[in-house]
C-alpha cells in the first residue's frame, strides 16, 4: 500500500489535509478522496509516530545517517470529519439506559 503524502495546514479554527502523490503524477485525482477539513474540536488524540529510516542508516555521509535517523509521522484521531461524524451511532428506540436492566421488586 502507498502511502498518501499531502500538505497539512493549521488555520485559525480547523485544519486542512491535501493530498498528493509525487511519485505518479497521473494518480492525483484519486488523492483527492483524501483531502480533508478537520476542526480542532473533533480531534480525539494526536500521536506522533518515529519510524527508523533505513535509507539513512545505510547512507555514507555521517551527517545524513545521524540527522536523518528517523521519519516521522502523525497520526492524529477524529470524531468527525469534513463535519460528518467518523463514528458509526445506532439508535434502537429504547433510549440511553437500554443496557440497563431495571427489577421492579
Known amino acids: 500500500m ?3 503524502r499531502g500538505n497539512l495546514t493549521f488555520n485559525g479554527d480547523h485544519l486542512t489535509f491535501e493530498a498528493y502523490n509525487r511519485k505518479d503524477v ?3 485525482s484519486d488523492t483527492s478522496q ?3 477539513l478537520i476542526d480542532y474540536l473533533d480531534i480525539v488524540s494526536v500521536s506522533i509516530l518515529k519510524i527508523p529510516n533505513e535509507e539513512a542508516a545505510i ?3 555521517k551527517f545524513v545517517r545521524n540527522n536523518y ?6 497520526q492524529i484521531e477524529v470524531s468527525a470529519i469534513n463535519g460528518l461524524s467518523a463514528v458509526d451511532l445506532s439508535v434502537d428506540g429504547r433510549g440511553d439506559f ?3 436492566i431495571i427489577d421492579n421488586d
Open 69 to 74: 535517523r528517523f521519519n516521522f509521522m502523525i
Open 34 to 36: 483524501f483531502n480533508k
Open 98 to 100: 437500554a443496557d440497563q
Open 59 to 61: 547512507h555514507s555521509e
Open 26 to 28: 497521473v494518480k492525483q
Open 2 to 4: 502507498d502511502m498518501v
